[in-house]
């Protein structure tokens, strides 16, 4: 996976190790540690940091958003976000206009400039990706891309109860056939079949509406 790897002969006589080489947790943030590092690279050749590439297109694909909107959409402090803005439209490549609705705002606008350099890093960015993912099977690239997902909705809920753990709680009944749509998922994802936990998840999905 392009040079993505972790040094495991360190490890091998280190039992301790080998616990960290094998925790997905582990390889997880090497692995992002290394993505993040080359992205860094691919948009610094172009003079952006990874940060102004984020605004950048948040701006791109949320128009006329205020300024604050923009960093609370990124979760980047006030400042921070002054001084990004601040740096971009120095730049050239982007503006802030006068809010149509609220004097105190400002909305972020791309320039013309500003536009084709987002463009060109997003080309890079991709490319990039594409070159990390090259070991990779299509439908094991779109099991990243789910399992991406549900760590990043997992993360913005933070700590909590889950609902089935209320309903047990409740003396509820469980909503067991939701339990079982993210493992029938990847399955299909990755092509390996599951006759019976599909036949499972069906018949309790039945049991359920009736």
Do not use: W
């Not at 400042?79 to 803005?85: G, P």
Request: aromatic share 2%; proline share 4%.
């Amino acid at each position: 996976m392009d040079q993505i790897a972790v040094d495991a002969h360190a490890t091998d006589n280190d039992s301790g190790g080998n616990v960290l080489a094998n925790s997905v947790g582990f390889s997880l943030s090497q692995i992002g540690s290394e993505t993040a590092r080359q992205f860094g690279h691919v948009v610094g050749a172009l003079g952006l940091e990874p940060r102004h590439f984020a605004v950048l297109s948040a701006v791109h694909r949320h128009v006329d958003r205020s300024q604050q909107g923009v960093g609370d959409l990124l979760a980047i402090p006030a400042s921070t976000m002054v001084a990004i803005v601040d740096h971009l439209e120095h730049e050239g490549l982007l503006e802030r206009r006068p809010h149509p609705s609220d004097r105190r705002a400002r909305i972020l606008r791309l320039t013309t400039r500003g536009e084709l350099l987002r463009a060109q890093a997003q080309a890079q960015a991709m490319a990039q990706e594409d070159r990390i993912c090259a070991g990779l099977a299509p439908r094991e690239r779109a099991v990243i891309g789910v399992t991406d997902r549900r760590f990043e909705g997992a993360a913005k809920v933070g700590d909590h109860k889950t609902s089935m753990l209320m309903d047990y709680e409740a003396g509820k009944p469980l909503e067991s056939a939701t339990l079982l749509k993210a493992p029938v998922e990847l399955a299909r994802l990755t092509g390996v079949p599951a006759p019976n936990l599909e036949m499972v998840a069906a018949l309790i999905d039945l049991l359920t509406r009736g």
